[in-house]
Nanobody, 125 residues
Framework: QVHLVESGGGLAQTGGSLKLSCVFSDGTFRDYAMAWFRQVAGKEREFVAGINKGGDSQYYGDAVKGRFTISRDNDKDTVYLQMNSLKLEDTAIYHC??????????????????WGQGTQVTVSS
């Protein structure tokens, strides 16, 4: 069973930056496309960004385009989310997820099979 552990969340001011990491274990990282989702209490999980298995294609939700960057290091079994120009509305719990048969382009969380526990990101003014 794939295991995912997110880190790097915390408190940031509007306009600031944070970098999230998600370490993958108990599987072959290169066999999975990876994505980041976020969730606010009482709302549905929102697609943030996805990256294919090779790392050469990235996809972004409209709310974060131009501000966030997803990347992966297949030697370190880790996917990253660089978040710049943070806004109050970026406050959420951020989860990484895996997609075995796909490129992590889909915004539908039902197409992702493994999830981490999440890391809290709080943006304040």
């Amino acid at each position: 069973q794939v295991h995912l552990v997110e880190s790097g969340g915390g408190l940031a001011q509007t306009g600031g930056s944070l970098k999230l990491s998600c370490v993958f274990s108990d599987g072959t990282f290169r066999d999975y496309a990876m994505a980041w989702f976020r969730q606010v209490a009482g709302k549905e999980r929102e697609f943030v960004a996805g990256i294919n298995k090779g790392g050469d294609s990235q996809y972004y939700g409209d709310a974060v385009k131009g501000r966030f960057t997803i990347s992966r290091d297949n030697d370190k079994d880790t996917v990253y989310l660089q978040m710049n120009s943070l806004k109050l509305e970026d406050t959420a719990i951020y989860h990484c997820a895996t997609q075995r048969w796909g490129s992590a382009r889909s915004p539908d969380p039902d197409f992702y099979s493994n999830w981490g526990q999440g890391t809290q990101v709080t943006v304040s003014s």
